[in-house]
């Protein structure tokens, strides 16, 4: 057993207003800078849609992620040599057009035109050649646009659909959407790192966040086709790959990343999980269906007597482990498995993990009238208005039987709290339906605690760094300080 | 006293500035070395230009330097006036093809805007230096016919006589213009190699192909260590 911890994340879809407060707190802090206007290292996408760069999540357009043949893991881009060969060209690059191209306005016409019979204008300009733009395509293009023949109907999770129910989906009443903001999922298994050719990119062991070395980076562009959830982006400008760090300087210094505070709806939890290494590369190789399950195997509990003992033989402390035992996301991900991670089939073990959203029928069409029908009461999981074939293609790798149990259970706390504060179901019915989702009326109460009335540090748990220790072995904490905020000694200017 | 000049001091001043340029600028602004790729900009040009272009000029760089290092090889090979048949034409036909791969890279650059608005004075400076060197290089296969014979008589003395710093210009001064320019103009690639993105070259990762896929990074035990 080699014990390694990791931040990982839960982002609970219910509780999502799709407000995107998230992305601009991330832009503000890290990417409002030349070159990187058009990466969101965190975006808020509509499902069904087609996301942002458009069709990330199909990997025969950009081969991200892991294959396995035969009994070998590779990268779906080839080995290395193969991979070498095309370093010249990548034919799996994203380029600028499957993103789009940054814009701005000339607001300076709103002040400066010439007196005329019409109203000025400010014209869109792009942020790369300054010339006037036909604004075509940006990064939350397909918000809300659920039935749209361009977004909404491209959706390749819509392949595990028949014909029928894609029509059905797309039926004006039973039209809906939900969202999933995305960041980098600081995997496991990471295939932005295993496509590198520089060795540029690395996973911290202490805490498993994943970094683009700027230093090293030598612009080989693999890891943006690598990457199957398109988190590492090319600047082009400096000529470097860059992603999402987690805001690591934040969290290194008790505050929780910048999207993950910002958080509107406050849908966000980060806490730490303790997981075996040495499994990683078996877990990795489960066929399709397992693979939820396999992952989940891969993380350990922080209770365990072993598990505690081999953390310390790797260097984690005591109080790490305490942090872990008080973990949000290892009660969402572990205890009750309501947390599921995006596209397990990429096969890079993604360490951020998603509340699937319960979208059941309410109501339905009939003859012109409103009709509720004689359901139960928020009706039955498989009737919900997204099929669980298409949740399975987000969230379980196609294997249905774990995303309905996560919404069962999360349905059963519904019921559960109604009888309790409403009263409009009876105790039995409610104890039935908890019983059908194998949850006790305790972990109800945690589950509804957790969702409705989490604080702030309760939803974040972060460990402790003791970067005070750390600054030491290199220099006096006392200049560090004085010296902290005077940003680069050199600026991070592309090379001639 | 040009030729001297040229063939006898400038390599020198080339060499040294090229070495001590991409220790200066390793050292103190790694930051900088990349391939600057504009493939994520424009990629349906770029396809036509890049891959015969590189994919060239690596095997006529090749050949050059087994004619410098084992000049005794390619006399073999050519003793057969068949193989040196073979030999000469895929040679021109590979610097035809990075001769197109250039042009379609300095055209690229030129007519797409937003590769335009990235190219920097000295990406300018290095195509048309590339494409000097280029256009004398497939002149003189041309016009003075078995290069790959006269090559190991005359250039590789010469440039093992500059490696062991005691340069014999003799052999370059009888050589014809277009050659002597093709000479030269290698000691300015040479020049401008640690200021321009021709850096990139160092930075082949061969290493990758046997890097184990991940790449973990232990912090707390660098600390143990010290």
Redesign the interface.
């Known amino acids: 057993m080699d014990v390694r911890a990791q931040i990982s994340m839960v982002f609970h879809l219910d509780k999502c207003i799709g407000c995107h407060t998230c992305s601009l707190a991330c832009k503000n802090v890290w990417t409002s800078r030349e070159g990187a206007e058009y990466m969101w290292w965190n975006n808020v996408e509509t499902k069904p849609g087609t996301g942002y760069p458009t069709l990330w999540e199909d990997q025969t357009k950009y081969r991200g992620g892991w294959e396995v043949k035969g009994n070998i893991l590779r990268?779906k881009l080839g080995r290395?040599?193969g991979?070498?060969s095309n370093?010249?060209?990548?034919?799996f690059?994203p380029?600028?057009d499957d993103y789009y191209e940054p814009w701005t306005y000339k607001y300076g016409q709103l002040f400066n035109a010439p007196q005329a019979d019409d109203q000025p204008t400010a014209r869109a300009v792009s942020k790369?050649?300054?010339?006037f733009l036909d604004v075509e395509a940006g990064p939350n293009w397909d918000d809300d646009m659920s039935g749209s023949s361009i977004y909404a109907r491209n959706d390749i999770n819509l392949s595990a659909l028949t014909d029928a129910e894609r029509e059905a989906l797309f039926r004006t009443e039973q039209m809906v959407f939900f969202y999933v903001p995305r960041i980098c999922n600081h995997c496991l298994?990471?295939g932005c790192?295993?496509v590198?050719?520089?060795?540029a990119?690395?996973?911290?062991?202490?805490d498993g966040v994943v970094v683009v070395s700027?230093?090293?980076?030598?612009?080989?562009?693999f890891c943006?086709s690598g990457c199957p959830y398109k988190k590492t982006y090319?600047n082009?400008?400096?000529?470097?790959s860059e992603k999402c760090m987690l805001c690591y300087p934040r969290i290194e210094t008790g505050q929780p990343s910048s999207c993950f505070h910002a958080c509107v709806g406050r849908i966000r939890y980060k806490g730490l999980l303790l997981y075996d290494?040495e499994r990683?590369e078996s877990v990795a190789k489960t066929p399709d269906a397992g693979l939820v399950e396999a992952q989940r195997s891969l993380i350990l509990d922080p209770n365990d007597e072993r598990v505690v003992a081999a953390a310390r033989k790797n260097?984690i402390g005591d109080d790490w482990i305490s942090v872990a035992r008080k973990s949000p996301v290892y009660k969402f991900v572990k205890e009750w498995g309501i947390a599921l991670p995006l596209h397990a089939e990429f096969r890079t073990l993604p360490m951020l993990f998603y509340v699937p959203p319960v979208l059941p029928v309410l109501a339905s069409n009939t003859n012109g009238s409103y009709d509720l029908g004689n359901r139960d009461f928020f009706g039955k999981v498989e009737d919900s208005r997204v099929p669980m074939k298409y949740m399975a293609h987000l969230f379980s790798a196609g294997n249905e039987e774990i995303v309905k149990k996560a919404l069962k259970k999360l349905m059963a706390v519904r019921a559960y709290q109604q009888a309790k504060s409403v009263g409009n179901l009876s105790v039995g019915q409610a104890s039935a339906q908890l019983a059908e989702a194998g949850c006790s009326t305790d972990e109800a109460e945690a589950i509804f605690r957790m969702t409705a009335l989490p604080r702030f540090e309760d939803r974040f748990v972060l460990p402790p760094y003791h970067r005070e220790e750390?600054i030491e072995?290199t220099t006096e904490t006392i200049k560090q300080k004085g010296e902290t905020g005077l940003g680069f000694t050199?600026p991070?200017?592309?090379?001639? | 006293m040009l030729e001297t000049f040229l063939f006898g001091v400038f390599p020198y001043a080339a060499l040294v500035i090229m070495i001590g340029g991409v220790i200066w600028r390793y050292t103190?602004?790694?930051?900088?070395?990349?391939?600057?790729?504009?493939?994520?900009?424009?990629?349906r040009q770029?396809?036509w230009g890049?891959?015969p272009?590189?994919?060239g000029i690596i095997l006529i760089l090749l050949g050059h330097l087994v004619g410098v290092l084992f000049p005794d090889t390619i006399q073999a090979i050519n003793g057969v006036p068949v193989r040196l048949y073979i030999l000469e034409g895929t040679a021109l036909a590979m610097s035809l093809a990075l001769l197109v791969g250039l042009v379609v890279l300095i055209t690229r650059r030129v007519i797409s805007?937003?590769v335009?608005?990235?190219t920097?004075v000295?990406d300018g400076v290095l195509l048309f230096v590339l494409l000097f060197q280029v256009v004398t290089g497939i002149m003189t296969a041309i016009f003075y016919r078995w290069g790959s014979a006269w090559f190991i008589q005359t250039a590789t003395p010469y440039l093992r006589s500059v490696f062991t710093l005691s340069p014999n210009i003799e052999y370059m001064t009888a050589l014809p213009l277009l050659s002597k320019l093709h000479a030269i103009n290698f000691f300015v690639l040479l020049a401008l190699f640690p200021?321009?993105?021709l850096?990139?070259m160092l930075?082949v990762?061969l290493?990758?192909?046997w890097?184990p896929?991940?790449?973990?990074?232990?912090?707390?035990?660098r600390?143990?260590q010290?």
């Open positions: 990268p290395r040599l991979l070498l370093i010249f060209f990548n034919p690059l380029t600028m790369v050649t300054g010339k298994n990471p790192v295993a590198c050719p520089s060795g990119i690395y996973k911290r062991a202490e700027q230093e090293k980076c030598r612009g080989w562009r943006v090319y082009w400008k400096t000529g470097k290494a990683i260097g750390a072995t050199r991070p200017k592309r090379g001639p | 103190t602004n790694q930051f900088s070395y990349s391939s600057v790729s504009s493939q994520f900009l424009e990629n770029l396809f890049s891959a272009w590189h994919y805007p937003r335009r608005v990235t920097s000295m200021f321009s993105r850096v990139h930075s990762p290493a990758y192909l890097r896929y991940q790449v973990v990074m232990w912090y707390r035990r600390q143990i010290q």
